[in-house]
């Protein structure tokens, strides 16, 4: 049986974060279905009890792998966010997600994608996680464009929102390319886009 809340200790914690750190990069390299606990267990180098103290089954590990990737590739863009309210940190924010690509050759795309490609048709809990994790990183590309709107540097009639989803889906678009050709062009060119249609509204 997994633990009860509040009754981890700092061992347990940390044996808790090298499980799902070893089950995420797993399943980034191989595929949820193509990840066993097995594989997890060795690769955290943990046992099986250690495993199940944690988690009650691969279900819930999965679950857990959602959050934790849903982190790790949000949280480092939070500083970012704040500064979506000039061009100068829409083209910063830019900057980083290109910089991040070529840093790790243009492979594995998206890991929040990635999840969603493989659990979103047949796993209904795991489709909303991921759904709440895509708002969620929606939310702060729209604050920085919703304080420019409210500073005035965007034309009263444009839509923080709209701007918001539409420069998700061009950053998710160029992420897929990217992958696919082992080049940040199609990156740079769907963002640049995006950019210069938000910097069209700007008065």
């Known amino acids: 049986m997994p633990i009860k809340p509040g009754t981890v200790t700092a061992k347990g914690r940390e044996t808790r974060r090298r499980i799902v750190a070893a089950a995420a990069q797993l399943m980034f390299e191989r595929g949820v279905a193509d990840t066993t606990i097995e594989e997890v267990r060795t690769r ?41 309210d000039t061009m100068d940190g829409l083209r910063q924010w830019r900057d980083f997600a290109v910089a ?19 659990l979103a048709e047949n796993d209904e809990p795991a489709r909303l996680q991921l759904a709440h994790s895509f708002a969620r ?23 923080p929102e709209a701007l918001a989803l539409a420069l998700l889906a061009a950053l998710q678009g160029g992420l897929l390319l990217t992958q696919l050709g082992r080049d940040t062009k199609p990156l740079e060119t769907a963002l640049d886009t995006m950019l210069a249609h938000i910097e069209a509204q700007t008065v």
Not at 63 to 83: D, G, K, M, T
Not at 102 to 118: D, F, K, M, V, W
Not at 137 to 159: E, K, N, V, Y
């Open 137 to 159: 990183w929606s939310a702060g590309l729209r604050a920085g464009l919703a304080a420019m709107h409210a500073s005035g540097r965007l034309r009263p009639d444009a839509d």
């Open 100 to 118: 991040r690509q070529r840093e790790l050759n243009c492979r594995g795309g998206c890991p929040i994608a990635s999840l969603t490609h493989q």
């Open 44 to 84: 955290a180098a943990v046992s099986n009890s250690q495993i199940y103290h944690h988690f009650a089954d691969k279900t819930a590990l999965v679950r857990a792998v959602i959050e934790h990737q849903s982190n790790a590739v949000i949280e480092p863009q939070e500083q970012l966010f704040a500064r979506l």
